[in-house]
């Protein structure tokens, strides 16, 4: 079993910053790392994913430049900074561990709010 628990999210201008933070527990950390997002009366849609064997990232278009995906093996965390905010990044923001390729354990998510 593995816990999440993001961190970091909260309201800023648009042209903000905000750096996310995810926490995992319960296992050892080698598996690939994801941040997803879900916008209100919307799917939830794939942001960005990190690798563990390979360390390769990946980003839906919308975010790359802006973006960036990083983890800290060391500490468990995996961390998603975003900068020149949008207000069309407003979601909420859900980290997720993928296990025999299924995004199988999932954070409680964090709210990001991006004002105009």
């Known amino acids: 079993q593995v816990q999440l628990v993001e961190s970091g999210g909260g309201l800023v201008q648009a042209g903000g910053s905000l750096r996310l933070s995810c926490a995992a527990s319960g296992r050892t950390f080698n598996y690939a790392m994801g941040w997803f997002r879900q916008a209100l009366g919307k799917e939830r849609e794939f942001v960005a994913v990190h690798g563990w064997s390979d360390g390769v990232t990946r980003y839906r278009d919308s975010v790359k430049g802006r973006f960036t995906i990083s983890r800290d093996n060391a500490k468990n965390t995996v961390y998603l900074q975003m900068n020149s905010l949008k207000p069309e990044d407003t979601a909420v923001y859900y980290c997720?561990?993928?296990?025999?390729?299924?995004?199988?354990?999932w954070g409680q998510g964090t709210q990001v709010t991006v004002s105009s």
């Open positions: 997720a561990a993928q296990v025999g390729g299924t995004w199988k354990y």
